[in-house]
T-cell receptor
Framework: QKEVEQNSGPLSVPEGAIASLNCTYSDRGSQSFFWYRQYSGKSPELIMSIYSNGDKEDGRFTAQLNKASQYVSLLIRDSQPSDSATYLCAVGKNYGQNFVFGPGTRLSVLP | EAQVTQNPRYLITVTGKKLTVTCSQNMNHEYMSWYRQDPGLGLRQIYYSMNVEVTDKGDVPEGYKVSRKEKRNFPLILESPSPNQTSLYFC??????????????FGPGTRLTVL
């Protein structure tokens, strides 16, 4: 079992729909959780960070964390073609020294 | 402009020829890290540094060395590269908040091919 797993893609959604990206992690001691977006041929860039159980909203993006279930998700509302990218889930361990990334989920938003 | 720079961006080399990939950041971040990205495996942490002269191994350190003599620079050294080190490498930096790294800012990547 990989330490951080994400739903396999590619995920295709129509423009304007909600895209739901999921991530599970195995280390219960993980303290911080991040979603990065990576366009093809580019470097990852942060979308959201979340540290406490519950929801965190930023514009069209909502991150959800459930530490009991070891689960973190990212919802993208009103998806746009410009959201088409690979989304990487990252988990911080060892008090923010080590970071483990999931393999990524490729999202395609169809016009 | 706040940024992380890496050089070179592309490198083709041969097995056993020592090489260094440089990384520099201008954001005064304490934390710096190196990752490699391979298809299907995602980003894997090679080494990280919490501050000057403080470095530690990540998940895949074998075959790599690092040093942190200055806050802004964190070079990655491959003493004897092998074909299995062919990969896309990213350097990242982050401020340290409450004792740990937070949002990481990534460099543009270095694509390394070892023949």
């Amino acid at each position: 079992q990989k330490e951080v797993e994400q739903n396999s893609g590619p995920l295709s959604v129509p423009e304007g729909a909600i895209a739901s990206l999921n991530c599970t992690y195995s280390d219960r001691g993980s303290q911080s959780f991040f979603w990065y977006r990576q366009y093809s041929g580019k470097s990852p860039e942060l979308i959201m960070s979340i540290y406490s159980n519950g929801d965190k909203e930023d514009g069209r993006f909502t991150a959800q964390l459930n530490k009991a279930s070891q689960y973190v998700s990212l919802l993208i509302r009103d998806s746009q073609p410009s959201d088409s990218a690979t989304y990487l889930c990252a988990v911080g361990k060892n008090y923010g020294q080590n970071f483990v990334f999931g393999p990524g989920t490729r999202l395609s938003v169809l016009p | 402009e706040a940024q992380v720079t890496q050089n070179p961006r592309y490198l083709i080399t041969v097995t056993g020829k020592k090489l260094t990939v440089t990384c520099s950041q201008n954001m005064n971040h304490e934390y710096m890290s190196w990752y490699r990205q391979d298809p299907g495996l995602g980003l894997r942490q090679i080494y990280y540094s919490m501050n000057v002269e403080v470095t530690d191994k990540g998940d895949v350190p074998e075959g790599y060395k690092v040093s942190r003599k200055e806050k802004r620079n964190f070079p990655l050294i491959l003493e004897s590269p092998s074909p299995n080190q062919t990969s896309l490498y990213f350097c990242a930096s982050s401020p340290v908040l409450a004792g740990g790294a937070d949002t990481q800012y990534f460099g543009p990547g270095t694509r390394l091919t070892v023949l």
